[in-house]
DNA sequence: GATGAATGAGGATTCATTCAT
DNA sequence: TATGAATGAATCCTCATTCAT
């Protein structure tokens, strides 16, 4: 008898048992979640707007997830495993011995057709609330993938040192970023162009840490 | 001290006392903008908070600025403004034909110290509603730094065509302010090492399309 | 006169200057809260039902207090300080001396009078979230009291063991506030009768503690 | 299927037939409110966290109960029925007529047992909307306790005018929930000095009017 | 011009209750 | 019968903006 006010959240992990209508509505908030978090990015999305999208009403909303963050969470869950589940086969050896330009290719490309696909991974990955600082509920989404992004150029580079390979894991992430959110934003022959220019600029920024020429994984 | 009750006498005769006392309060209002803006983002913070930081009244606040956006766009016109005063003289014909890492140099330190100083400029170039998508009263701000992007480009590689060179302006600019956000988001030595990398990157990415040598500007 | 210094900056900023307007708002939204309270009771007292009694907007009502619990604890605040400066001057040398039902007069007409005519007092003190715990914020007023009954009772046997003292105390204020929930619960006569009632009950408590005769202060 | 055993004198025949399972649901159901009154009193109590408390669903409850109020009025009920059934045999001529301190503990001890492995009930009968009203669901258990104190005191001294054998049981029993409050709140020794406590109040309360020695009933 | 007061729609979230399977 | 889904009004609270002094 030692809590007066807080429980209630029975987090006790009991997995819901969910109804196929319930996973059907789940993945129809998610779909509607992303379309608002698109439309005006995570801070400014309302649950209201976002039920109201799916077609439900709030209270509905509630009774799959508790709250506003979780439904970003969840989102950015399903959206980084199923870009590993359909992309992630892209860190193979043999790829990472690749020339820089073909690496490149074989992985921004499937990349990036994910994201043109479903743009809301890049509304979470940037949502802010203050210029450089990821709300916590993105961190890892984004973490997640900054690790994959550090591990092939330990394994493409491993004389770099510790820092070295920080930084530049950081900074190939925020350019890959930023050409991304101008290849959302156009459409077209101009979102190709943007395509080239990002891979020119991650070329041009990786030569000469990665190399150019292939590379045979080390014994 | 001492000018008590000379206002009294006539309101209209001395706009210069006024102006000047407005202009303060003017600048009250955007310093704290400024303070507000990096801490909680443009979307983020309350017109409430921009008048507490600045010490005065929801009221006074908007006797200067008919609502929120004019508080943004009056910041970054006066951050652009002073940036131009102060580093405005890079775009020499002389600095336009240094070799290219030191055109860089030459260009970003100063740009760099300046949003150091400066950091609600990144925070209003950034604040964006959607991905991508500026919001509307900023556009302008982005838009004035990027034609003097495209400018040096332009003069530095006249050859290019207008695709290329606006396609270029733009990813340079993306990839100097998502290099710069990280600036920010770091201190001391973690600072200066994304200083580098930032250079590195805008060298990589430049260097195919402006050549890293000197060159002199055409007749 | 002299508003010259117009220009002076309160940098203390946490006494908030008020006008008499909000003062007068402040008074009106606590009587508003003590009829709500007094209605519903605390918890089931909402803000808008308060905003809406004192013929206000939500919002006025969140310019003056940070939340709902703010509204109970300055409500209860007042009301302790106005019983203090009201009746608080029965714990007199002399008073406690008096033979018992004298002095149980002495002390309980004028807070039963206090408390008929602020209903309220007692839908603060009694607001519990579940039986027999206080909500917190209450807690501090309740012991306020509690803490004026121990004194008298240490007064008046000075013999009493600290455990003793502190069993009779509270249950001497749980009989009290029993009482008091069933004359502010009638009216007229039947009010009278519970009066009655209400002494008789503490006397035949207290008496085999304190005694009935008077006592004299000891030196 | 037999539905011989109609031993009903359930005349109205009331479609709610209810099934072993159906009992030992209601019982899980029950059992589950108890608890959670207990933690957040009745208002509190939402009917999802007890069905959540059962390990039912919503929608289950609501099979049984068709509102919140009936839960409530259900285990009151219950509850009272059990007390009577346990220790509904105090109040016989020889125990009315015991000296009054032996008649407290007679009634009171057994009366406070059970409150102690059952503080639902209290919880039940103290839920308030506002200070000193009781819930409407609550007051039919609140005078059926009432009814046999009365009659006690009714026994004991049938003397009493009607106005002061009500003033008398409403007090009485006021004193005791005030009490009961004190014993539930506290463990060990301290529910023990509680004890003492209380049937030092309601003997010098009810002294005056039941007198202290033994009586025989009157022919 | 300056202030604090006032607004009210909207935000996240809860909950008693009903519905559909 | 049991379940989880669905509802929508109500909760506390915020905020851009306007008003009165």
Redesign the interface.
């Known amino acids: 008898m030692s809590e007066?006010?807080a429980?209630?959240r029975?987090e006790t992990a009991k997995p819901r048992r969910r109804q196929a209508r319930g996973e059907r509505r789940i993945q129809q908030l998610l779909d509607a979640a992303a379309h608002v978090f698109?439309?005006?990015?995570y801070?400014?999305a309302s649950t209201n707007a976002i039920a109201r999208e799916a077609g439900v009403s709030p209270g509905t909303l509630y009774q799959f997830f508790p709250n506003k963050e979780a439904i970003a969470v969840e989102l950015g869950e399903r959206l980084n495993r199923r870009m590993l589940e359909t992309h992630g086969t892209v860190f193979t050896p043999e790829n990472v011995g690749l020339p820089l330009g073909e690496l490149l290719d074989t992985i921004l490309d499937p990349m990036i057709e994910f994201n043109c696909a479903n743009?809301a991974f890049?509304?979470l990955i940037?949502s802010?609330?203050?210029?450089?600082?990821l709300l916590e509920e993105h961190a890892e989404l984004h973490d997640s993938i900054q690790d994959r992004i550090s591990e092939l150029i330990g394994v493409r580079n491993p004389d770099l040192s510790p820092?070295r390979r920080a930084?530049?894991t950081?900074?190939a992430f925020?350019?890959f970023?930023?050409?991304l959110?101008?290849i959302?934003?156009h459409e077209g022959a101009e979102r190709e162009?943007?395509v080239v220019?990002?891979k020119?600029?991650l070329?041009?920024?990786?030569?000469?840490v990665l190399g150019t020429e292939g590379v045979s994984a080390r014994p």
């Open positions: 007066s006010k429980d209630e029975d698109c439309r005006t990015g801070t400014s743009p890049l509304a940037q802010s609330d203050a210029p450089g600082r820092e930084h530049t950081t900074m925020a350019l970023k930023a050409g959110a101008l959302l934003g162009a943007y220019e990002l020119t600029a070329y041009g920024y990786l030569a000469p």
